[in-house]
């Protein structure tokens, strides 16, 4: 069982290392999930197409006839 002073030697470097900008622990799954955007590429980018697609026609449509 550790002491009370190790405790606190072993919180005062975990507190210096997190203020020192390194990563103190490995990133929650939680938090990688935040990251992860729910819509993958691929389905943005055929959203994207068929969105502009249709503006571009209808703009074609509205010009020519």
């Known amino acids: 069982m550790p002491t009370e002073f190790e405790i606190r030697?072993?919180?005062?470097?975990?507190?210096?290392?997190?203020?020192?900008?390194?990563?103190?622990?490995h990133a929650s799954r939680?938090?990688?999930?935040?990251?992860?955007?729910?819509?993958?590429?691929?389905t943005?980018?055929?959203?994207?197409?068929v969105v502009m697609g249709g503006v571009l026609f209808e703009l074609a449509r509205l010009i020519f006839l």
């Open 30 to 42: 939680q938090e990688k999930l935040a990251k992860k955007s729910p819509v993958s590429t691929w």
């Open 9 to 25: 030697q072993r919180n005062a470097k975990f507190a210096a290392a997190a203020r020192s900008g390194k990563k103190p622990t």
């Open 44 to 49: 943005l980018g055929i959203i994207i197409f």
